[in-house]
């Protein structure tokens, strides 16, 4: 019992201790950091895709059709090139066209009544599944997936000339 | 000479100066190095808003527009959405005109292809526009790469020189031209007031 007592009352290393526990905190605030900088980053990629895709299909729907299957086709190229351009978005996370990210294209009623001119409003969802790799916490090995889906919607309205 | 070595004898206080000299340099270390992060990151935003202001200015002005009434080339329109990017990366404070900068732009089509400018796409006439309605050479893309005009380095350490990269997808905006697919409605006579 008394070899147990004299080391706990032992107090040499303990500010080396002291100096591990906070490097380790500290890298993993770091890590931490950079990992919601690219989450933050992807998501403004998602916003400037999707408002530029909303201004294509604006611009463009007409000659396409009033689909929004069709709508989503022409767009998909459109959405991928531009999350592409963000460093921190590679073709694996994108997948085959139309299958992920989810692109959903929703129209209003008036769309459908031959009004495209004037009332002929859309919205543009997109949606792109994101992993963070959480570092493991102590006792663990493997470190934690936290899946997140990011997602923008735009909306906008089809021009014409009247 | 008594009170010196009584002084170097006293331990009180010792275990907080190591402590203090050991936090010390990590915390200036993550000092400069934020300092140095803000530079690069506020470089990186200059350039993606000069790059998404071209791709804005190209999308908009193109050779729709070239004939007698505007006066417009596409060698002007290039110059001008590249002028675009570097007055916006001038405009930043840490970056001053003699600086030796390295600004690298391309264009590239839809099919990832580099061309040498995207306001040289056509703008296709109505039935052509009806015909092939794809049109996925409307789509261009400008990618820019600048180098950071200085070594970066942390404590005096040499980290290398640091590339920046951005990049925005857009499309030549021809329309919109298309009529809406529907009739055009009869005039009705509004009858006449009957007189007195």
Known sequence: MVPVVKWLKDRRGSTTLQALLFIAIFVV?????????KVVSIKQ?????????AKYVALNGLKWGI???????????????????????SEDMLGP??????????????????????????SIFVELPYIVFVPPRFGEDSSVRLPLMLSQTSRSQLQCYD | MRHLKAWLKDRRGAYELVQFALVLPVFVLILYGSFELIKLVS????????????????????MYYYDSQYDRTG??????????IWD???????????????????????????????????????????????????????????TVPW?????????????????????VDCGPWYPPPRPTPTPTPTPAPEGP
């Not at chain 1, 605030?29 to 900088?37: A, K, L, R, T, V």
Request: aromatic share 10%.
């Open chain 1, 97 to 122: 066209p139309g299958s992920n990210p989810d692109i959903r294209i929703s129209l209003n009623p008036e769309c459908n009544q031959g009004n495209y001119c004037r009332r002929c409003q859309f």
């Open chain 2, 43 to 62: 470089i990186r935003q200059s350039l993606e808003s000069g790059t998404y202001q071209a791709a804005r200015y190209l999308s908009v002005y193109h």
């Open chain 1, 29 to 37: 605030i770091i890590y931490m950091s950079f990992e919601i900088w």
């Open chain 2, 88 to 146: 916006s990366v001038l405009s930043n404070s840490y970056i001053s005109a003699g600086m030796p900068i390295q600004l690298e732009i391309r264009y590239y089509n839809g099919a990832g292809q580099e061309i040498a400018t995207p306001v040289e796409f056509p703008c296709p006439e109505i039935r052509d526009a009806l015909a092939d309605p794809n049109n996925s050479n409307l789509i261009f893309t400008i990618r820019t790469r600048l």
């Open chain 1, 67 to 89: 689909s929004p299957g069709a709508w989503s086709q022409q767009v998909w190229p459109f959405v991928a090139a531009e999350l592409l351009n963000n460093p921190f978005v």
């Open chain 1, 45 to 53: 990629s998602l916003h400037a895709a999707t408002y530029q895709a």
């Open chain 2, 151 to 171: 070594q970066t380095s942390l404590l005096g350490l040499s980290m290398g020189s640091v590339t920046l990269t951005s990049g925005h997808t857009s499309f």
């Open chain 2, 75 to 84: 060698v002007d329109d290039t110059a001008n959405a590249e002028r675009l």
